[in-house]
């Protein structure tokens, strides 16, 4: 009689022993990946608004997750889409063919958006709304390996403001990559995925959150006053939005509600739509609810459009970072109630920005706006050679000679490009000059010359690449942008924090690059088609 109790146990612990691996089929994988992408993201933003973020946000992403002090952009052009491709290729513009957010098509005769694509439609947008789809990537992403080693049972969503952060990062085989429609206010997609929204894109949709948030307006989370790692409210040099008299906090925008759906992408509240939208989406599509790995994309494209209007040293951006950073912490709380500690997250950007020109000149630094399409050395060759449209094109900072008009007037070719050259380095305003084609013979430090090689793309780069000085952009009066090599354009955050993930720094070398091949190794799964990155072996338990 003494043993049946120690029968009962041995079955007991047999039934208990199912249940637990019945109620924990991840324990050797994450449930989900989630790769955030904040656009236009400065390294120094993690720390230079450090003290008044919250212990849940950028803190927590500090404080338990595996943080890249130096990272870097490894290619010469800092531009949205390259970011977002190489991010998930862990490839670079020479191979996977994402060299801009467009470039010149010479067999077209005309410049291509980076995602567009006549062949698809847009699907709950509206109707006249440019198709998009991955077509112009060469390679695969992490997604797309993702998808192929669970045989597609993987689920696969990628979801930004603008088409080209939702479309690029979950590659070819995604089950869905949704963006924003500025002309409906409507979160849509293309035939390229599926011939319908899903029922819950769709009850997303009819609830016109940009109109709720657009009654907020947008004031400073925090008296105006203690913002002191910002420049004051008002400068010359900042751009105002059509709905605002100057570009002046509070920024009254509870007049656009059903008038104009775009003018929510450049204040936070788009990053709070982005945000609702991500947590509808695992919902909807039932993300991490089974014993296969799944992986959301996420871009949050508002600070970018911020960015370029206000610049890095405005009031502006540093409310947008400390809004962003509650929108993460409840993000990061939201993920886990539903998956506890078995997620996976990554953070990093597709690119940094330079400082305004005209807060470079105000503050005695080197920068300032020029144009190189209007370079006297474009107008000397122009004057050599007798043709007006010895340039065909201009994208990514690079021109794009007219070969059918030079072999037309007998002139050859190799020439009127060494004479371009030659007179484009006599500009004071460019710093440097080099026929893409002897990338090699390039006067210039190995790294450099190395990016440059890294984002040319044979098949769709141009003729000669221009460099400017440092701090220097071609733009308007006002705003700022990237696309540079240098510090400010190039050196971003990459933090991995979650299931599989060690607490710890770096401060080695590591590249966007990097990214893919150590989510390949975390899931176990084939590193991307087009991968030149290094596993961040460090950054894994």
């Given amino acids: 009689m003494k043993l049946i109790p120690v029968f009962l146990l041995s079955i007991l612990s047999v039934f208990s022993l199912s249940a637990q691996q019945k109620t924990a089929p991840h324990a050797d994988k994450p449930k989900i990946v989630v790769g955030i992408m904040v656009d236009q993201m400065r390294w120094d933003y993690l720390f230079r608004f450090q003290d008044r973020y919250v212990e849940g946000g950028f803190k927590r992403l500090v404080r338990e997750g595996f943080n890249c002090d130096n990272a870097y952009i490894p290619y010469a052009q800092t531009l949205t889409a390259c970011g977002h491709a190489s991010v998930y290729t862990g490839s670079v513009p020479a191979i996977n063919g994402i060299m801009g957010n467009d470039w010149y098509d010479r067999g077209l005769g005309k410049t291509v958006y980076c995602v567009e694509d006549g062949s698809v439609q847009t699907i709950g947008g509206n109707a006249n709304a440019a198709p998009m789809s991955p077509k112009n990537l060469l390679v695969t992403t992490v997604c797309d390996e993702l998808r192929i080693a669970t045989n597609y049972r993987a689920k696969v969503v990628g979801i930004a403001l603008k088409d080209r952060g939702g479309v690029l990062p979950a590659g070819h085989t995604a089950n869905g990559a949704y963006w924003y429609d500025s002309g409906t206010g409507n979160w849509v997609t293309s035939t390229y995925y599926m011939q319908e929204l899903p029922v819950w894109v769709k009850s997303f949709n009819k ?122 912490a409840n993000l990061f709380s939201y993920l886990d109630s539903k998956f506890g500690n078995q ?199």
């Fill in 207 to 328: 609830r016109k959150i940009v109109d709720s948030l657009y009654k907020l307006n947008w004031n400073t989370l925090y008296p105006i006053q203690t913002y002191v790692q910002s420049d004051s409210d008002d400068k010359i040099y900042e751009g105002k939005s059509t709905y605002d008299s100057k570009p002046v906090f509070p920024h009254m925008t509870n007049a656009l509600g059903g008038t104009n759906y775009l003018a929510v992408a450049a204040t936070p509240h788009g990053n709070t739509m982005t945000a609702e939208f991500v947590k509808a989406a695992i919902q909807g599509e039932g993300l991490g609810t089974d014993d296969i790995t799944d992986f959301l994309a996420v871009s949050f494209s508002s600070p970018d459009y911020i960015g370029h209007q206000y610049g890095p040293n405005s009031i502006e951006i540093e409310d947008t970072y400390l809004r962003l950073d509650k929108e993460l």
């Fill in 343 to 541: 997620y996976t997250v990554f953070i990093t950007a597709d690119h940094a920005v330079a400082n305004a020109p005209g807060y470079a000149k105000e503050n005695k630094l080197p920068g300032g706006a020029i144009n190189y399409t209007t370079s006297s050395g474009i107008a000397k060759t122009i004057d050599k050679f007798g043709m007006k449209k010895i340039i065909e094109a201009t994208a990514n900072y690079q021109l794009y000679l007219n070969r059918k008009a030079i072999d037309s007037a007998n002139l050859n070719y190799d020439e009127v490009k060494k004479y371009l050259v030659s007179e484009l380095n006599k500009d004071p305003g460019i710093f440097y000059a080099f026929d893409n084609e002897n990338i090699n013979n390039a006067i210039l430090p190995t790294e450099v010359k190395e990016k440059f090689l890294k984002g040319m793309n044979v098949k769709r780069g141009g003729d000669v690449q221009v460099i400017l000085p440092s701090g220097y952009m071609t733009i308007g009066t006002t705003g700022t942008t990237h696309g540079s090599w240098y510090p400010y354009d190039s050196h971003i955050p990459v933090i991995f924090m979650g299931w599989g993930i060690k607490q710890g720094r770096t401060t080695r070398d590591v590249f966007m690059t990097d990214i893919a091949p150590t989510i390949s190794a975390l899931l176990k799964i084939q590193m991307p088609s087009g991968n030149i990155g290094k596993t961040v072996g460090e950054a894994l338990k």
